[in-house]
């Protein structure tokens, strides 16, 4: 095992710490601090609350003039993602200081995709409930949200959008490159696919646990465009972090640079009273990550946490828009599991300042940042596409890199990552293997004698949102291993599970509404003839409807496993994935939803 070199570093973001985007020490307030409701002042409210600071090593005067901001902090040793957040606390400290404000550290609820189960999209709201009190209870006039794995990053980000106070992203970037038998290896990806090998007797035992050694190779994010990646891109487009910033790998230089000036733009953005996540926010800036999620490729997963943070915005987000908005993008971040390279590659490019430069034709490129800079200012900064980054003119392959399918199978849609499919698989007509639930496919997939074959369609139904409850990234369902040693390397799968960001094949997700409410999905039988046509967004259960009453009045709904606790109250209120996964009472329906109600301060 090798640790593969990484491109060469650079002392900053890209084009983030030019003079022209460096932050200030903070100006004149252009408005009271909403932390001065607890610390101004001289009654015996007001001192004790000073008292609480002051003997954290936070002292605040009388007049409690400096913007207290919160530091969001996920690092977790259950979670070796978001362990290179804790080196980066300080800068941020130091920024915020730098800028005038006075920075408090408070840990949240550390949402790892390796160790959390059934899944860690279970505990992705609870996360977003957690950010949202914390700031609804504490002296926070700004929010630095220090995340990096999956759900992480969404999760907090929604209950910051709920505060609705200044709010800004930092994450820790990828791990490192090793190399596997001589290639690079993409984390996940590979996985998946030597998984298959080992399956098909071509891996033995020495080399499985070599692979397992190379794979400890560090910490931060999958390298890959996984969900992390892909979140962390699509942050920095919608106008939450440093600018370049969202692909440095993790441990470079750079990220304590960004770090810092995080600290010092989130006191900048308080001190000058807007630029909150809502005014952030748009329609249009859901358009331009609509566009650039097809241009890298990226994660299924996306589409469910887009759909959660306009939500919670108040903005509609129709399924349909990730298909139809994207299909004149070309597919441009040359990545795995859609490419060939990974995310150093794609950061040594030049990063998403050099992917929007790119794309520049499609967005609207006066949407506004938390630096204060426009979409067109980083565009004007960029420099051309090389590498990892394909120029428009040269992309991976036109058309957008996802497809939205409806039809009896999937009333309200489902979804597929085109760029990581098989083309000939995009149409196809195929009798279902159905599995229904997570243990049912493992103990029957690679059963010698399931009736199979390369034509079949593999069906996992009940591992939806409220399935499970959680919607585990279950649905890139295994070849069968005969098929896989036969040389049959990809199958037409459909499930209302998610998959993960780093899987590929061709795979309908999201399929809605699930098994588990009453969907159509549950009730596809062996044998039964399933059509999909991405290019036509159908995708068809050939049953006549009369047999499908018959089957659905001899259903017997499953009771719920979850009587208490958070699963039983995540189950009885989640939203389907065209919703975002949501819980329905936090979902912004309406203006009156979207204020956001202060606490009483008094003697607590």
Same mark, same amino acid.
Request: glycine content about 12%; aromatic content about 4%; overall charge neutral.
């Given at each position: 095992?090798?640790?593969?070199?990484?491109?060469?570093?650079?002392?900053?973001?890209?084009?983030?710490?030019?003079?022209?985007?460096?932050?200030?020490?903070?100006?004149?307030?252009?408005?009271?601090?909403?932390?001065q409701?607890?610390?101004s002042?001289?009654?015996?409210?007001?001192?004790?609350?000073?008292?609480?600071?002051?003997?954290?090593?936070?002292?605040?005067?009388r007049?409690?003039?400096?913007?207290?901001?919160?530091?969001?902090?996920?690092?977790?040793?259950?979670?070796?993602?978001?362990?290179?957040?804790?080196?980066?606390?300080?800068?941020?400290?130091?920024?915020?200081?730098?800028?005038?404000?006075?920075?408090?550290?408070?840990?949240?609820?550390?949402?790892?995709?390796?160790?959390?189960?059934?899944?860690a999209?279970?505990?992705?709201?609870?996360?977003?409930?957690?950010?949202?009190?914390?700031?609804?209870?504490?002296?926070?006039?700004?929010?630095?949200?220090?995340?990096?794995?999956?759900?992480?990053?969404?999760?907090?980000?929604?209950?910051?959008?709920?505060?609705?106070? =200044?709010?800004?992203?930092?994450?820790?970037?990828?791990? =490192?490159?090793?190399?596997?038998?001589?290639?690079?290896?993409?984390?996940?990806?590979?996985?998946?696919r030597?998984?298959?090998?080992?399956?098909?007797?071509?891996?033995?035992?020495?080399?499985?646990?070599?692979?397992?050694?190379?794979?400890?190779?560090?910490?931060?994010?999958?390298?890959?465009?996984?969900?992390?990646?892909t979140?962390?891109?699509?942050?920095?487009?919608?106008?939450?972090?440093v600018?370049?910033?969202?692909?440095?790998?993790?441990?470079?230089?750079?990220?304590a640079?960004?770090?810092?000036?995080?600290?010092?733009?989130?006191v900048?953005?308080?001190?000058e009273?807007?630029?909150?996540?809502?005014?952030?926010?748009?329609?249009?800036?859901?358009?331009n990550?609509?566009?650039a999620?097809?241009?890298?490729?990226?994660?299924?997963?996306a589409?469910?946490?887009?759909?959660?943070?306009?939500?919670?915005?108040?903005?509609?987000?129709?399924?349909?828009?990730?298909a139809?908005?994207?299909?004149?993008?070309?597919?441009?971040?040359?990545?795995?599991?859609?490419?060939?390279?990974?995310?150093?590659?794609?950061?040594?490019?030049?990063?998403?300042?050099?992917?929007?430069?790119?794309?520049?034709?499609?967005?609207?490129?006066?949407?506004m940042?938390?630096?204060?800079?426009?979409?067109r200012?980083?565009?004007?900064?960029?420099?051309?596409?090389?590498?990892?980054?394909? =120029?428009?003119?040269?992309?991976?392959?036109?058309?957008?890199?996802?497809?939205?399918?409806?039809?009896?199978?999937?009333?309200?849609?489902?979804?597929?990552?085109?760029?990581?499919?098989?083309?000939?698989?995009?149409?196809?007509?195929?009798?279902?293997?159905?599995?229904?639930?997570?243990?049912?496919?493992?103990?029957?997939?690679?059963?010698?004698?399931?009736?199979?074959?390369?034509?079949?369609?593999?069906?996992?139904?009940?591992?939806?949102?409220?399935g499970?409850?959680?919607m585990?990234?279950?649905g890139?369902?295994?070849?069968?291993?005969?098929?896989?040693?036969?040389?049959?390397?990809?199958?037409?799968?459909?499930?209302?599970?998610?998959?993960?960001?780093?899987?590929?094949?061709?795979?309908?997700?999201?399929?809605?509404?699930?098994?588990?409410?009453?969907?159509?999905?549950?009730?596809v039988a062996?044998?039964?003839?399933?059509?999909?046509?991405?290019?036509?967004g159908?995708?068809?259960?050939?049953?006549?409807?009369?047999?499908?009453?018959?089957?659905?009045?001899?259903?017997?709904?499953?009771? =719920?496993?979850?009587?208490?606790?958070?699963?039983?109250?995540?189950?009885?209120?989640?939203?389907?994935?065209?919703?975002?996964?949501?819980?329905?009472?936090?979902?912004?329906?309406?203006?009156?939803?979207?204020?956001?109600?202060?606490?009483?301060i008094?003697?607590?």
């Amino acid at each position: 095992m090798t640790q593969a070199p990484a491109p060469a570093s650079r002392s900053t973001p890209h084009g983030a710490l030019s003079g022209r985007a460096a932050a200030r020490p903070t100006r004149a307030l252009r408005q009271t601090l909403r932390s001065q409701g607890w610390l101004s002042g001289d009654d015996e409210v007001a001192v004790l609350h000073r008292v609480a600071l002051a003997s954290a090593g936070v002292p605040v005067g009388r007049d409690a003039a400096r913007p207290v901001i919160g530091i969001a902090n996920s690092a977790s040793e259950l979670n070796p993602c978001n362990l290179p957040l804790r080196d980066l606390v300080g800068p941020v400290k130091a920024g915020i200081d730098a800028a005038g404000g006075a920075g408090v550290e408070f840990p949240t609820i550390s949402l790892g995709e390796d160790l959390m189960k059934p899944s860690a999209m279970l505990y992705r709201n609870l996360l977003a409930i957690e950010v949202e009190e914390m700031v609804r209870a504490n002296p926070l006039d700004g929010l630095v949200i220090l995340a990096n794995c999956d759900k992480s990053v969404p999760g907090a980000l929604m209950g910051a959008i709920s505060a609705n106070i =200044p709010a800004i992203l930092v994450t820790a970037g990828a791990r =490192p490159v090793v190399t596997f038998r001589g290639a690079r290896l993409g984390t996940g990806t590979a996985l998946w696919r030597l998984w298959d090998e080992r399956r098909a007797g071509r891996l033995g035992d020495g080399d499985w646990q070599e692979l397992e050694r190379c794979l400890s190779c560090g910490r931060g994010a999958c390298n890959t465009m996984g969900t992390a990646s892909t979140m962390a891109v699509l942050s920095e487009v919608l106008g939450l972090m440093v600018s370049g910033s969202s692909s440095v790998p993790a441990g470079d230089v750079r990220s304590a640079a960004a770090a810092r000036l995080a600290g010092q733009l989130i006191v900048a953005a308080v001190a000058e009273g807007g630029r909150r996540p809502r005014d952030i926010l748009t329609p249009a800036a859901f358009g331009n990550a609509v566009v650039a999620l097809n241009a890298i490729g990226g994660s299924t997963n996306a589409v469910i946490h887009l759909a959660a943070l306009a939500g919670r915005a108040g903005v509609p987000f129709p399924l349909d828009d990730i298909a139809t908005r994207g299909a004149g993008v070309p597919l441009l971040a040359d990545v795995e599991p859609s490419g060939s390279r990974l995310m150093p590659d794609f950061d040594a490019a030049g990063g998403v300042p050099t992917l929007l430069r790119e794309i520049s034709d499609l967005l609207d490129l006066d949407t506004m940042t938390i630096t204060g800079q426009r979409v067109r200012d980083i565009v004007a900064r960029a420099r051309p596409a090389s590498g990892a980054i394909r =120029p428009a003119s040269a992309p991976l392959r036109a058309g957008g890199a996802f497809g939205v399918v409806r039809g009896s199978l999937a009333p309200d849609g489902a979804v597929i990552k085109t760029s990581a499919a098989s083309e000939h698989l995009l149409r196809h007509r195929g009798p279902a293997v159905v599995f229904r639930g997570y243990h049912d496919m493992l103990a029957r997939i690679d059963d010698p004698d399931l009736a199979v074959t390369r034509e079949s369609v593999l069906v996992l139904a009940g591992c939806g949102p409220a399935g499970v409850p959680g919607m585990p990234e279950w649905g890139m369902i295994p070849i069968p291993a005969r098929l896989v040693r036969a040389g049959v390397t990809d199958m037409v799968r459909i499930t209302d599970a998610r998959m993960s960001g780093t899987s590929f094949g061709t795979v309908v997700v999201h399929v809605a509404p699930e098994a588990a409410v009453g969907g159509p999905l549950g009730l596809v039988a062996d044998g039964d003839l399933i059509s999909v046509d991405v290019q036509a967004g159908r995708l068809d259960l050939e049953v006549p409807q009369a047999e499908l009453t018959a089957r659905r009045a001899r259903a017997a709904p499953s009771p =719920p496993a979850h009587l208490r606790g958070w699963p039983a109250l995540y189950a009885r209120h989640v939203m389907q994935a065209p919703d975002g996964c949501d819980l329905d009472f936090l979902r912004a329906l309406g203006q009156a939803h979207l204020t956001f109600i202060e606490p009483v301060i008094g003697r607590s």
